[in-house]
């Protein structure tokens, strides 16, 4: 198709918007170019009350808008008029026929079902806002698009308005192509979003079709690597979190910046909000999580886990960051602080370091709220609910002679959660609601074992202290001890008190060497993989 070939006059349009910005104006732009106007209830009123020539839909169709506006545009007259090939005497001779215009172009954004069900509305509710006219109608101006111009997004008045004024009053077949496309888009999340709003009401999260759909939010730089593409999508989950943080300052978050700060807050929302908490994230496993008397004390404590880790990473805060805690972060290389909110003086400390992103959330993630977990494999997606399970100690059984002191409870509660967001194989040492040591994505829990002890006497040698900070800690294991041996690691650097989900054919060897060494062992029942 050659580009003069290409270029389409638009003689006629239809408008019908519920989101009318900048409405007006284009509408003004439309008839300078002597373009008739059609429209539909609220929008052809809000022409009519800009002195706009205007005529209403139902006299067009000469058939009356009915059943509370859910029928006015389905009607042939408008299909007609969207799907005719214009180069077709078949299509032109039943265009005669029964008195149907062309229509070259069509501007329709959706009744706002995204903001409605955001507002918890009634179930009837939420289903009278359930567009149908609208995607009819701009599905079939994209099926044509060979002819028809289609707008769904007000942001592209301005790029059809520069068309026009390019061409006299036409529009070349590459913008129509790409509006089209985009217009797929818009109905297939459209779609989607009503699809996923009725799985919630059905309580049925994995039906036989599930659809996933977002609005670009920002294009990034490059992905994991710097020769992959990346985006950011926004969803219509509403959620306080990494993608609907406000960022205070510091420069665009990469695609790894938005992985690792979201795992930091997904776990520090988790924990008890009353206690001040911090997490420490680094490539998306925690490399330290505390409670402190104060943000800066935990902090601290967290920092003290893994300082040499910490360079570089993720620090999430369930609280209103201070300027104490501010200025201790910025005495080291961090990449993101996140956090529900933070003081003007906090904000004014961390403007000194031009490059940190602070984001606020504005609150905290609602720890019960479910969600679905997507990831691709070649030639499908697995899809699974998030983990929200927080094991209660009525539910675990002590299996050892010896029971878990009061301490070791708090301590073994409070790591067994941590070991909820780390990488399998997962080995968590803490003491006194403080990690000491963790060992994460290791290909045997032996490995991991040794790892973590090896972070807690490394970080007890930067502290100036004697001993290992494994010495009286406890251990959380995310899935059970194939062998003994894992405990037996973890036993020899000093660990008093296990906690893990049980269920190995070796459950007796391994609670037997529990047994012998004097440590107390709790079995919950819940494994927390994460792969």
Not at 26 to 52: E, H, I, M
Not at 373 to 386: D, H, I, N, R
Not at 417 to 443: C, E, L, P
Request: aromatic share 6%; proline share 4%.
């Amino acid at each position: 198709m050659s580009s003069a070939m290409s270029l389409v006059s638009i003689k006629t349009a239809l408008l019908s918007v519920s989101d009318k910005t900048g409405l007006i104006e284009f509408a003004q732009t439309l008839v300078s170019y002597g373009v008739k106007l059609l429209s539909t209830g609220g929008t052809a009123l809000a022409l009519k009350n800009a002195n706009l020539p205007v005529q209403d839909i139902s006299d067009y169709i000469q058939f009356p808008e009915m059943m509370d506006g859910r029928v006015k545009t389905l009607h042939p007259k408008v299909h007609g008029g969207l799907l005719a090939l214009r180069d077709n005497p078949e299509h032109i001779a039943a265009q005669k026929q029964h008195g149907i215009d062309d229509i070259d172009l069509v501007v329709v954004n959706l009744y706002p079902f995204e903001e409605i069900i955001a507002k918890n509305p009634s179930y009837q509710e939420a289903i009278e806002n359930i567009d149908i006219g609208g995607p009819a109608m701009l599905r079939s101006a994209a099926k044509n698009h060979a002819s028809v111009t289609v707008i769904t997004d007000v942001a592209d008045y301005a790029i059809v308005t520069a068309e026009l004024a390019q061409h006299q009053g036409k529009t070349s077949y590459a913008l129509r192509q790409k509006l089209a496309a985009k217009t797929y888009a818009r109905t297939s999340l459209y779609d989607g979003i009503i699809s996923r709003w009725f799985a919630e009401q059905l309580d049925a999260p994995l039906s036989d079709y599930i659809s996933f759909s977002g609005v670009k939010q920002q294009d990034m730089r490059y992905g994991e690597n710097p020769h992959q593409q990346a985006c950011l999508y926004k969803t219509n989950e509403q959620r306080f979190g990494v993608v609907n943080a406000k960022q205070i300052q510091g420069k665009e978050l990469s695609y790894n910046n938005i992985n690792d700060t979201d795992a930091a807050f997904e776990l520090v929302a988790e924990l008890d909000a009353v206690r001040p908490a911090c997490v420490i994230v680094k490539h998306a496993n925690p490399c330290g999580v505390a409670y402190g008397e104060t943000l800066k004390d935990a902090y601290l404590l967290a920092l003290r886990c893994d300082p040499v880790s910490a360079f570089g990473g993720i620090i999430a805060f369930n609280q209103l960051l201070d300027a104490d805690t501010a200025l201790e972060i910025t005495k080291i290389f961090t990449e993101v602080i996140i956090a529900p909110d933070a003081t003007p003086e906090a904000q004014a400390i961390i403007a000194q370091k031009a490059n940190l992103r602070l984001l606020l959330t504005g609150g905290l993630p609602d720890k019960s709220q479910t969600s679905l977990l997507v990831k691709s494999v070649a030639g499908g997606l697995l899809v699974q609910t998030k983990d929200i399970k927080i094991v209660s100690p009525a539910e675990m059984q002590v299996v050892t002679k010896r029971h878990p002191s009061p301490q070791e409870w708090q301590d073994m509660l409070f790591a067994f959660q941590v070991a909820k967001h780390v990488k399998s194989n997962a080995i968590i040492y803490a003491k006194q609601q403080s990690t000491v040591g963790i060992g994460a994505g290791q290909m045997s829990r032996l490995d991991s074992s040794k790892v973590a002890a090896s972070k807690a006497l490394e970080a007890a040698e930067k502290s100036g202290l004697a001993e290992s900070l494994a010495v009286g800690a406890v251990v959380a294991s995310d899935a059970f001890f194939p062998f003994a041996d894992g405990l037996i690691a973890a036993a020899s650097a000093g660990i008093t008190a296990i906690i893990q989900p049980g269920g190995s054919v070796r459950d007796s060897e391994v609670i037997a060497a529990a047994d012998e060494r004097d440590l107390a062992m709790v079995f919950t029942g819940t494994r927390h993989f994460k792969h």
